[in-house]
Each structure stands twice: as structure tokens, then as C-alpha cells.
């Protein structure tokens, strides 16, 4: 009953943040921009090298792929969050929000998922596309198949970066929750994605002078998992203790 009502709570702030130009057509291109570099990429270098390289470059490849396709499944994390709470207040439909017979926990998880669920959709919508039009376009080619992104870049994509996306909406309700305008929430929300990005670069550090190594990617895939796990955690300690109608209130 509890996960209805906050489904409802998201469905109605995901309805009301796509009315919002900017919001709507930055999903659009964070859902498209993602796997058209990387069938872009792909294509190219298959285009590019002779046949007998294109396994070595593809491996060289896959980090960048995997890193992108995460980074442009996180950013829009912040563009429905930031409206969360302080998009309410400017609607004048806080008030009413906090007078419903909803829970504190109905309305962060709504709000959270309001934002989480876009993201997670560009995620692994995006990967499943990538992977599969690259294919079809290297088999038109007469190019050989490969997987990509690979097997480090899947669990970058299917571990790290959904922690990362709800790590990331967690700091903006925090943000949404203290600011006064929605602008200002935008505005802060430039230098939390910079920040958050960052882990999910890590992965290319597992190329060496141009030579993929799989044992560092491996590591640091895990590595950025781990800080992914840490800023999660962090960020939802301090959202749960300040995500309550007590605090809420002073907003109207």
C-alpha cells in the first residue's frame, strides 16, 4: 500500500516536471545522446581499421562506452529532483502536499522515484540499444560482432551507476529543501553532477598507453562501485533525517 502511494506521489511530480521544456527535452537527448556516440564510435572505428584490429580497438573502446552511457544515465538525475520540494513551493502545492494523509517516507519515496525511475530507464534502455544497434550496424558492415559495452562496462553500468543515480537524487531533495528558487536548485546542481561524475571516469584508468588493462578495469570498476556505495549512503542518512513535515512546514 505504501509503495502505491508513493508510485502516485511520482507519477503526479514525474507529470509535472515534463511540463517543464527543459526538463523534458534534456531526457530526450540524455536518453538519445548516449547511444548514438556510442554506435557512432563503434561504427567508425570498424569502419576505420582493418578487420584483424578491430577486437583490440573495440577493447580499448568499451571503458569509454560504459563511462558515457553511465554518466548521461546519471545526469538527468537532477533535473526532476531539483524541483522536489522547493518546485512545490513555487506552485504553491507544498501546502496541500504536506496536509494529505501521506507519510514523510510516502513522500520521499514518491518524490525519489519521480526522478530515479527516467534515469534508470535511460540507463539500461540505453545500453540495451547501444549494444544492439552497434551490432546491427557492424553486421551491415560486414564488420565482426562484439559485445560492447563489455563485461567490466555491464557491471560499471548495472552496479554502480543505479546507486550513483539515487545517491545523486538523495543530495538534490536535500538541495530542493533549502533553496528558495527552483533556479537556484538548478544552479547547484551543475557543480553535484561534476562531482559525482567523476567515479564513473575511473574505469579509464584501466588503459595504459593506449593498452586496455582488464585486471585494473575490473579494480576500478569496483573501486567506483565502493564510492558510489559510500556517497549513497551518506547522502541518504542526511536525507532521511531531514525529509520530515517539521522541517518541511517552515517552506510554506
Known amino acids: 500500500m505504501t509503495m502505491n502511494k508513493a508510485l502516485i506521489v511520482a507519477k503526479t511530480d514525474l507529470k509535472m516536471a515534463l511540463e517543464i521544456s527543459m526538463v523534458k527535452y534534456g531526457l530526450i537527448m540524455a536518453g538519445a545522446f548516449g ?11 570498424a569502419i576505420l581499421v582493418p578487420p584483424s584490429e578491430i577486437p583490440e580497438l573495440m577493447g580499448f573502446l568499451a571503458p569509454y562506452t560504459a563511462s558515457l552511457l553511465a554518466i548521461f544515465g546519471i545526469m538527468p538525475a537532477t533535473m526532476i529532483s531539483a524541483n522536489a520540494l522547493v518546485g512545490e513551493k513555487e506552485q504553491n502545492t507544498l501546502e496541500p502536499l504536506l496536509c494529505t494523509p501521506l507519510t514523510d517516507r510516502d513522500l520521499l519515496v514518491g518524490k525519489t522515484l519521480s526522478s530515479a525511475i527516467p534515469c534508470l530507464v535511460i540507463l539500461f534502455g540505453g545500453t540495451l540499444v547501444s549494444m544492439i544497434a552497434s551490432n546491427v550496424a557492424l553486421l551491415l ?3 565482426p560482432l562484439v559485445l560492447i559495452p563489455d563485461l567490466p562496462g555491464l557491471f560499471l553500468i548495472f552496479t554502480a551507476a543505479p546507486v550513483m543515480i539515487f545517491a545523486v537524487v538523495a543530495v538534490m531533495i536535500i538541495i530542493s529543501g533549502k ?18 561524475m567523476i567515479p564513473m571516469i575511473f574505469p579509464l584508468i584501466g588503459i595504459e598507453q593506449g593498452v586496455p588493462n582488464p585486471t585494473v578495469i575490473w579494480l576500478t570498476n569496483l573501486l567506483t562501485l565502493m564510492i558510489a556505495v ?9 536525507a532521511l ?3 520530515n513535515r517539521d522541517k518541511l512546514i517552515s517552506m510554506v
Open 35 to 45: 547511444p548514438i556516440m556510442v554506435v557512432l564510435s563503434t561504427v567508425g572505428t
Open 141 to 143: 558492415i560486414g564488420a
Open 230 to 238: 559510500v556517497l549513497f549512503s551518506v547522502s541518504w542518512a542526511i
Open 241 to 243: 533525517g531531514r525529509f
Open 179 to 196: 533553496v528558495s528558487r527552483v533556479y537556484e536548485a538548478y544552479q547547484s546542481s551543475g557543480a553535484v553532477i561534476l562531482i559525482f
